[in-house]
């Protein structure tokens, strides 16, 4: 699985999906005016990007371990403080930060519990931690129609949907062995259109995250099979399909 690549191919991927994503995860875990707040796993800089807009200059910061993904952020929001490193080691200080947002990384992150303990940590007390994670679990997510047909010719693919966070109640877990109280769970649901089934599927061909990973490793005539069974689950577009993901919020003691 592969995140260190170029920033474009992670905006066709998942920025498509993250980019309406971001507004409704901001406004689930109570961002407002006035705020300082951190993008944990920033990507790209969909959930930056609203951030910043919200917020305005000097109160947004971001991290991400993909070098790629923070240059790209860098230059896309230039007045976020946007740096490398990994959720499970922040490189902030305590109490630095209103809020602590998390959208769409915990389920790749090393250690969750830690990580989500590390956004507490660089949060106030009474401040707030977010997290959300697209639903493969129970196939309401974005990419499910790609596993489903992974998983008519390889059973044993794995569709992500054993990833912490990706079922009802794995992030409220999570938040609360972290040490956040009054935790709440919910499900946020967003739409992207495709133009046909070329422009869904071309993402896939890019080598991006997990789905991409499997593509990668296909010869050309698996991968011609894949699609046709993609292709098949598919309008013959345009066509709009719905991404469900699971979003908790805490408050930090």
Do not use: K, N
Not at 25 to 52: I, K, M, Q, Y
Not at 205 to 214: E, R
Request: net charge negative.
């Amino acid at each position: 699985m592969s995140f260190e690549v170029a920033a474009g191919a992670y905006d066709a991927y998942m920025g498509r999906w993250s980019v309406p994503l971001a507004p409704a995860f901001a406004t689930f875990a109570g961002v407002s005016a006035g705020e300082r707040v951190l993008d944990v796993g920033c990507g790209t800089g969909a959930l930056t990007g609203h951030l910043r807009a919200v917020l305005g200059p000097g109160a947004v910061a971001a991290v991400d371990p993909s070098g790629p993904f923070v240059e790209a952020v860098r230059a896309r929001v230039p007045d976020v403080d946007a740096q490398t490193g990994s959720a499970e080691a922040l490189p902030f200080g305590a109490g630095a930060f209103d809020a602590a947002l998390a959208q769409l990384v915990v389920h790749f992150m090393a250690d969750p519990v830690a990580g989500v303990g590390e956004m507490a940590r660089v949060t106030r007390p009474g401040g707030r931690v977010a997290a959300c994670v697209w639903d493969h679990g129970e196939g309401s997510g974005p990419l499910a129609v790609f596993w489903r047909a992974v998983r008519e010719g390889d059973p044993a693919a794995d569709d992500e949907s054993g990833r912490v966070g990706t079922r009802p109640g794995d992030l409220s877990g999570v938040l609360t062995a972290a040490g956040l109280r009054d935790v709440v769970e919910d499900r946020i649901t967003v739409e992207v259109t495709f133009a046909d089934v070329a422009d869904w599927w071309r993402p896939f061909t890019l080598g991006v995250g997990p789905g991409g990973t499997y593509v990668a490793r296909l010869d050309d005539d698996a991968r011609a099979d894949l699609l046709a069974r993609c292709t098949r689950l598919l309008p013959a577009g345009p066509f709009r399909l719905r991404g469900s993901a699971w979003a908790c919020v805490g408050t930090v003691a």
